[in-house]
């Protein structure tokens, strides 16, 4: 209600995972602007209560800013590392743990 939003929740709560759908106009940046906010406050309470912000499909390039505080730095420079290992040319998940991202089409 805070935000002003319209979304639903969906998901397998028995294992506590959870899925939340915004409506958002594109077109509207107050609308943007509260949901981004709506989702950070989501993904930072998620770790704070000792959850995850990723659920089942790994990392979006919308939570890449909460890898840190989920994994530590350690936890991320050894993602990273694992990832040049097995992707040294960067091109597979282009802009996550120190790939460039891809130029705009």
């Known amino acids: 209600r805070r935000s002003g939003l319209t979304a639903t929740l969906v998901g397998h709560v028995g294992d506590g995972n959870f899925h ?6 594109p077109s509207d940046p107050r609308e943007l602007r509260a949901a981004n906010d709506f989702a950070a406050r989501l993904a930072r309470r998620a770790i704070e209560m000792g959850g995850t912000c990723t659920g089942e499909h790994g990392i979006g390039y919308g939570k890449l800013q909460f890898l840190r505080q989920e994994h ?19 091109i597979m998940n282009p802009g996550k743990l120190g790939s460039p991202m891809p130029p705009e089409a």
């Open 20 to 25: 939340t759908i915004l409506v958002v106009d």
């Open 72 to 90: 530590g730095e350690v936890g991320v420079w050894a993602m990273a590392a694992v990832k040049a290992g097995l992707d040294p040319l960067g």
